[in-house]
Structures are given as structure tokens and as C-alpha cells.
């Protein structure tokens, strides 16, 4: 058994560690928001998909101009990228305004019923927008950096298979830890970044401090969003098909790696998303032959939601959460 | 010249009446004390100025400028500063952050490394401590950093909310010490205590507030002779 595992391992590394790290990137979204307004923002799945059908569209309307054909996939992928998270970035910003801003001293409960209300919505609109133009709801995009690559892991050591993947997902990885690793940046060191720290541990003082709090609540609504909506874009770019539903199970899964770090904590978001996507890939190449077949790959998800029970019974502050120690 | 100029003001916590009428002012270059019990209404004073909390009726001004329910990251750019109760300092960030994050409004790096090393003039203790996280720091320190992140927005006024809570008496005497230090080198300074004799012996002018009203005001110097000020605050 442990054989068939090992020969598995190359694979399950690869797959794992694409899913992780697009867990990752939207589990950012939940932690930022909720480190600022203890608010756990459940429409962030529905921008992630947003981004998904907006990057989609840009694809489908792009490389439908003739001279498009010109330019590299790459750089295209980098517009569509930059173009799609600005505008799930504004989408963001606008939710927040209308949406949380005047629920802003309600009761915690609300806003978050009001969250998931918003996903509905969003759910509802791109769907609509989808059928408008589409005829239907569930689109394919144009087939990107599709090249197989095969990953000579048997030639490392016989224990191993060859893992074998398209380039979409070295893509994917390569552009999530990107993303991850210059929010790192901003938020530990520049100005803005310190005053979103700062915001996040005590509003009150941060506004005595000259801090625009309105305004550094807008700005972590947009990187959220933006980050949001660019790994919607590698979703469309790595699976091809979406619909306006795939916001859902994915946003609960980035929720639950946003846990399983210790939501509220930025680097526990990024080591939850890894973590909850190269166990799911293990799970899912694993389960039946664990189990004797009792159990196969499909309870995957079951075994997300497990490790999130488990999480929440022996350490719920997750991972790299820890009760900070006060002093008054 | 008045730097400070409260009109009158109060102000609500939902139904509930924290200030009835408060008016004070401060001049540039004094140190005025408001002092009273607990719950008398001194830090919503300080919030109602600053524009933490908002206020029914009444005006604020400052040097002149209409401030009545300015929220704070408007009238804090005006050049006061409010040092909150119980020194509030950005726990999980470091000394420095919490010193950067003073000097948030303040453009060119030159202007805010020349305040820090000011700041390092007052308070010695947070240069060596410059990577530390704020909140491992002593009680003592945190207040000092809290000042020191004030001093960062080069304020005029300085206002202080209770410097001295919770800090032991050979601090407190420190923390006095630099609040008159700051006052000669030109800060003006509204100082709200509890610890009444002490805020009253280092203060020009000062006002007794309960139940959110101003009961008596005068220099200082009288209002530690003051019998009722005695009884009620210094026995």
C-alpha cells in the first residue's frame, strides 16, 4: 500500500499544490477582510467566479480580434489578469459601500446574512449575463497553455511515477505565489499595509493616528477582490469550463483553509490554502486505498470539511493564529 | 490665543446623557487639567473633541476652525493629537510601526526620521526597543510609546487621557516630568487625570467635571487649596 502511495506522490504533489495555492490566493480574501471587520465576507466565492466569467470574457473577446493572434499567450494572460482584477477589485469596494459600510455597527450576524444574500445576487447577475450572451450559462473558454508537460519523477527514484500536467499549471502556481508573495510585501512593509495592521487591531486609535479607516476598509476590499477575481481567472484558465456556481464549494474550501491558518492571519491563509489543497489531492488519490475501497476519491470535500471540524475542536485559533498576549 | 474652544457640548451614548453642557477652553502654551471620578464624563470629553465620539449639541472649535463632529483622521491632521485611555498601542506591530503609524500624514522621510530621533530625546527606552511588538512592552514603556507616537504628528495640542492608570508611582512621576517638559518646549496640553493632585500641581488652569457637568474651574495652584476639591478628589 505504501508503495502505491509513494508512486502516486509526484502527481498528488503537483495537482495539490495548484489547488493549494488557489486556496490559497481567495482564502486571503476571507482572513483580510475579516482581520479589519471581523466579518466573514461569504460573497467573496461569487467574486471569485465573477472573475472567472469577466477574465473568461475578455479571453472569448480578445483573441476574437484577428490581430490578437500576435501576442504571446503569456502577455495576454497578463492583461486579462490585471484588467479582471481591477474590476472585481471595484466590485469589491462597491459591496463593501453599499452593502457592509451601513450594516457597519450592526449586530455580527447581519452583515453576514446580508453576505450571503450578496452571493445569491451575484450568482444570479452573472448568470443572467452569462444566458444574455452565451445562451447558456455554463461557458468554455478559449483553450490556453494547454502543452502537455511530463515530470520525470521515476528517473529521481524507481519509487516514483511520472507526474504528468498541462502548463496552465505551473501558470497557476507561478502566478498565485506572485500575487502571495507581493501582498506579503505590502502589508508588512509599506505605509499602507502597517496602517491596514493597524486598523485591523484597533480602529478607534488607528483613526487618531490620521488614519482614513473608510478608506483602508476600501483598500483591503480591493486587493481582496482583485486577488479574488485574478484566481478566478486561473481557475478559467486551468479547468476551461465555468459556471456562475463554482463560487460556492471553492469559496467554502478557501473559508476553511482561511481557518485552518488561523483566520485573520495573512501567512496562515497562504499555509492553510496549500496545506487543505495537497491533502485534498492526497485524499482524493488515496481514500479508496486507504479504506479498502470503502471510501473513494469522491469524498474529497468530506475530508476538507472534516479537517475544518477537527481544526475548530483541538485548535481553533488555526494554525499560525495565536491569542496575542495583551498587556493593559 | 485660545487654541482649543468647547462651546457647550453634550453628548449621547445611545439614550444615555454622558456630558450636560460641558465648556472649557485652552490657551496656547498652558496646561489645563480636566479631573474627576470615574464615569464623570472626562474621556468622552476628550472623544467628543477629537471626533471619536459625536455630540448632539454644542461647538468645538479649534484655533478658530469650526471641528464640531470632524471624524478623527480630520481633526488630528488639524495639529492635535489625543493620546486614548489606557495607551491603546498597536500590540502586534512593533515600536517603530507604532511610531510610523503616528506619522502617517507626515510626507518625506527626512521629517519623520528627525521626529523619531525627538521622540528618542524624550523616551531613550524605545530606540533600544525599536523592533520590539508594542504590546510585550511594560506598562510604563506602552505609555511612553503612546506619547512618543503623539509626538510623531508634531501636535500643539497634546491631549492625555489618564497617562498615569495603572503605571507605579516612580512613573508616574517620570510621566509628569515629560508632560512638563513637553509644555516648555511649546506643546499646549489638555491633561484628563484622576490622580487630581498631581495633574493639578503641574497645571496652569483646571476643571472639575461630574456627571458631566463642569462643577468648579480655576488655576491650579487654587484649586489644590480648594476644601470640596480636597475632600472629594485628594483625601
Do not use: C
Not at chain 1, 157 to 183: E, N, P
Not at chain 2, 20 to 34: A, C, N, P
Not at chain 2, 149 to 170: F, Q
Amino acid at each position: 500500500m505504501l508503495q502505491e502511495i509513494l508512486q502516486s506522490l509526484p502527481q498528488v504533489l503537483v495537482d495539490g499544490l495548484t489547488l493549494g495555492a488557489v486556496y490559497a490566493v481567495v482564502a486571503l480574501g476571507y482572513t483580510m477582510v475579516y482581520g479589519i471587520l471581523q466579518l466573514i465576507n461569504f460573497a467573496h466565492g461569487e467574486v471569485f467566479m465573477s472573475g472567472a466569467f469577466i477574465g473568461t470574457a475578455f479571453f472569448i473577446l480578445i483573441m476574437g480580434m484577428g490581430w490578437a493572434s500576435a501576442i504571446p499567450q503569456f502577455i495576454l494572460l497578463i492583461i486579462v489578469l490585471i484588467l479582471t482584477a481591477s474590476i472585481t477589485g471595484l466590485v469589491g469596494v462597491g459591496l463593501e459601500r453599499v452593502a457592509y459600510r451601513p450594516l457597519r455597527n450592526a449586530p455580527r450576524l447581519i452583515p453576514l446574512i446580508t453576505a450571503i444574500g450578496i452571493s445569491f445576487i451575484l450568482q444570479d447577475v452573472v448568470r443572467f449575463i452569462a444566458e444574455l450572451f452565451n445562451g447558456n450559462y455554463i461557458v468554455t473558454g478559449p483553450s490556453l497553455f494547454s502543452e502537455q508537460i511530463t515530470l520525470k519523477a521515476s528517473a529521481i527514484s524507481s519509487i516514483f511515477y511520472d507526474a504528468r500536467f498541462k502548463t496552465s499549471f505551473l501558470i497557476v502556481l507561478g502566478v498565485a505565489i506572485i500575487l502571495m508573495v507581493a501582498l506579503d510585501y505590502f502589508v508588512n512593509k509599506t505605509k499602507w499595509g502597517t496602517a491596514m495592521r493597524a486598523v485591523a487591531l484597533d480602529r478607534e486609535t488607528a483613526s487618531l493616528m490620521s488614519i482614513n479607516v473608510n478608506k483602508v476598509i476600501s483598500i483591503t476590499f480591493f486587493i481582496g477582490s482583485a486577488l479574488g477575481g485574478a484566481t478566478g481567472v486561473l481557475f478559467a484558465v486551468q479547468y476551461g469550463t465555468i459556471d456562475p456556481y463554482i463560487g460556492f464549494i471553492l469559496g467554502l474550501k478557501a473559508f476553511i483553509a482561511a481557518v485552518l491558518g488561523g483566520i485573520g492571519n495573512i501567512r496562515g491563509a497562504m499555509v492553510g490554502g496549500m496545506l487543505l489543497g495537497l491533502m485534498e489531492m492526497f485524499a482524493s488519490a488515496n481514500l479508496s486505498l486507504l479504506t479498502g475501497g470503502v471510501f473513494g476519491a469522491e469524498y474529497k470535500d468530506v475530508f476538507a470539511f472534516a479537517i475544518l471540524i477537527l481544526v475548530l475542536i483541538f485548535k481553533p485559533e488555526g494554525l499560525l493564529g495565536k491569542p496575542t498576549a495583551e498587556k493593559v | 490665543m485660545t487654541v482649543l474652544e468647547v462651546n457647550n457640548i453634550e453628548t449621547y451614548y445611545g439614550a444615555i446623557q454622558a456630558l450636560r453642557g460641558i465648556s472649557l477652553h485652552v490657551d496656547e502654551g498652558e496646561i489645563v487639567t480636566l479631573i474627576g471620578s470615574n464615569g464623570a464624563g472626562k474621556s468622552t470629553t476628550l472623544k467628543s473633541i477629537s471626533g471619536l465620539a459625536k455630540v448632539k449639541t454644542g461647538t468645538i472649535q479649534y484655533k478658530g476652525k469650526e471641528i464640531t463632529n470632524k471624524p478623527p483622521h480630520q481633526t488630528t491632521i488639524l495639529g492635535m493629537a489625543h493620546v486614548p485611555e489606557g495607551r491603546r498601542i498597536f500590540s502586534n506591530l512593533t515600536v517603530k510601526e507604532n511610531l510610523l503609524m503616528g506619522a502617517f500624514s507626515v510626507k518625506g522621510k527626512d521629517v519623520i526620521q528627525e521626529r523619531m530621533e525627538q521622540v528618542f530625546t524624550h523616551f531613550p527606552k524605545l530606540k533600544e526597543r525599536l523592533n520590539q511588538k508594542g504590546g510585550t512592552m511594560s506598562g510604563g514603556e506602552q505609555q511612553m510609546l503612546a506619547i512618543g507616537r503623539a509626538l510623531m504628528m508634531n501636535p500643539e495640542l497634546l491631549m492625555l487621557d489618564e497617562p498615569s492608570m495603572g503605571l507605579a508611582p516612580i512613573i508616574v512621576e517620570q510621566i509628569f516630568e515629560i508632560i512638563l517638559h513637553l509644555n516648555s518646549s511649546g506643546i499646549t496640553i489638555l491633561l484628563v487625570e484622576q490622580n487630581a493632585y498631581q495633574a493639578l500641581s503641574i497645571a496652569h488652569r483646571g476643571y472639575v467635571i461630574q456627571n458631566g457637568e463642569i462643577v468648579l474651574s480655576g488655576k491650579g495652584s487654587d484649586l489644590v487649596e480648594n476644601d470640596e476639591i480636597k475632600e472629594a478628589y485628594l483625601a
